[in-house]
């Protein structure tokens, strides 16, 4: 199996990911998130609400609707050429390809002779309201940002807010993706995180190194390592139709390196488009020197599920023959997935040494209950204590507590670290303490 593969195997045994509809035969490239994807994924929204609410200054949070006017995809260009892809397809099986994958002219399916590329637009049309013709469509929206722009003088009046500062949002957005490959990498339904830094024009340069910096770094501290990221400039030409300058942040997946977040600077382009097509006014008025201008905005666009994929991957390791204090004697291959202990979706197991004694099992549910309002707990008592050591270690969990014969005597538990695999007795009365030192 290759390491994609694999990873997707591991995502739906553990419940992680799964495909969605699947009892229907599937549905093409949507997923649903399962009980330990969705903690991940919560925990991948925490870090990043965190990075932009507490961390940074003066950024604040906001939850458009998915459904907006379409007059708002008019004027950001998403309902005209702007927000197409080039299409061509085969004369002979009818599938559509993505200008950019056909190598040859020809299918690469089954090797037809393919038409000329056409224009196809990625919104996801929809109807609002009891009629279905031309005046109830509607759009679900392709990117969270424009939720964000046509709020821009809501947010800055009711906070009394001053340039520069930035309005952070995180929901799903919807694009008619034609080739939806590569498991969560490209899909129709799928989360951003996006962050519009509104500021002065001759400042928005400025500002544009500054956020590269600090998403390049957001990434890194959680554990991904340099040289599975880099940035990369795109070229005028190449630029999406709103950008005066921008970068890919990409990491370096099993298939390639591909664009997990992209940091652009689109000027004035989607507050005057806003300004001239609403009519209402969006410039911004210094309060202290009087000047009025339309603010310059520098994006950070992530996606949700393209930074889980990145996270997952990096974390994910296979210790052929075992690690060895887990290892039975099969010696079979371990996996671990050494999430960072901010992302990791569990992060303490408590295990009874047995399960066929009493007093042992009384105690680990007393422990449990005691750590869970805590910190996100599993209680696991099925099979030997090195497997359940093992299946915790895939699923990336930080500590296993284990509650034996001795601590029915002495009070203490073993304290199992899962990238050390160093144990450690702590007193029953001291593990909050000790945990709170090692996860918070
Ligand atoms: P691509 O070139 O890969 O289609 P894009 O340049 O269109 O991506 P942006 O419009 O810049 O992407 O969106 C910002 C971020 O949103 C991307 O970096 C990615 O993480 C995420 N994203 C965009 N499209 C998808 C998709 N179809 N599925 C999952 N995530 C996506």
Redesign the pocket.
């Known amino acids: 199996m290759d390491l994609m593969q694999k990873i997707i195997s591991l995502s739906k045994r553990r419940g992680f990911i799964f495909p969605s509809s699947e009892i229907y035969g599937g549905f093409g490239s949507s997923y649903d998130f399962g009980p330990l994807g969705v903690l991940l994924k919560n925990n991948i929204k925490k870090a990043w609400l965190d990075e932009m609410l507490k961390k940074q200054d003066n950024i604040v949070g906001l939850d458009a609707a998915i459904l907006m006017s379409p007059k708002v995809w008019e004027a950001s260009g998403h309902l005209t050429a702007g927000f197409a892809d080039e299409l061509v397809e085969c004369l002979s099986c009818h599938k559509r390809f993505r200008v950019d994958e056909i190598k040859k002219d020809k299918c690469p399916e089954c090797g037809g002779k393919i038409t000329k590329p056409k224009q196809f637009n990625l919104m996801m049309k929809t109807f609002v309201g009891s009629l279905e013709d031309e005046s109830a469509i509607a759009y679900l929206r392709a990117?969270t940002c424009q939720g964000i722009y046509i709020n821009f003088k809501n947010v800055l009046n009711s906070g009394r807010l001053k340039l520069p500062f930035g309005i952070a949002q995180i929901g799903k957005?919807f694009?008619n993706?034609i080739t939806?490959k590569n498991f969560?990498?490209?899909?129709?339904e799928?989360e951003?995180m996006?962050m519009q830094w509104f500021c002065h024009p001759k400042e928005a340069d400025k500002w544009f190194e500054f956020w590269k910096e600090q998403r390049l770094n957001w990434y890194l501290d959680l554990g991904v390592k340099k040289e599975n990221l880099k940035l990369s400039e795109i070229p005028a030409g190449k630029r999406?139709h709103y950008a005066k300058r921008q970068i890919?942040?990409e990491y370096n997946f099993p298939f390639g390196w591909?664009?997990?977040?992209?940091i652009?600077n689109r000027g004035d382009w989607d507050l005057s488009q806003h300004q001239k097509h609403s009519g209402q006014d969006l410039k911004y008025k210094d309060p202290e020197t009087g000047e009025e201008y339309i603010p310059h905005l520098i994006e950070t666009?992530?996606?949700v599920?393209?930074?889980f994929l990145a996270f997952f991957t990096e974390a994910y390791q296979e210790i052929s023959g075992g690690r060895t204090e887990t290892t039975e004697a099969t010696k079979e291959e371990e996996t671990l997935l050494k999430l960072d202990k901010k992302l990791a979706p569990v992060k303490v197991a408590i295990l009874p040494l047995v399960k066929n004694k009493k007093e042992i099992v009384k105690k680990t549910q007393e422990i449990y209950k005691m750590i869970k309002p805590h910190f996100m707990a599993q209680y696991d008592e099925a099979g030997s204590i090195g497997r359940r050591y093992r299946r915790q270690d895939e699923i990336g969990t930080l500590y296993c507590v284990t509650i034996d014969f001795d601590t029915l005597d002495d009070s203490d538990v073993t304290v199992r670290d899962r990238d050390t695999m160093k144990q450690k007795r702590v007193k029953i009365g001291k593990l909050l303490e000790y945990l709170a030192e090692k996860l918070n």
């Open positions: 990117e957005s694009r993706e939806t969560i990498f490209r899909m129709r799928f951003q996006e999406a890919d942040l591909q664009e997990i977040e992209g652009h666009s992530a996606g599920e393209r930074s």
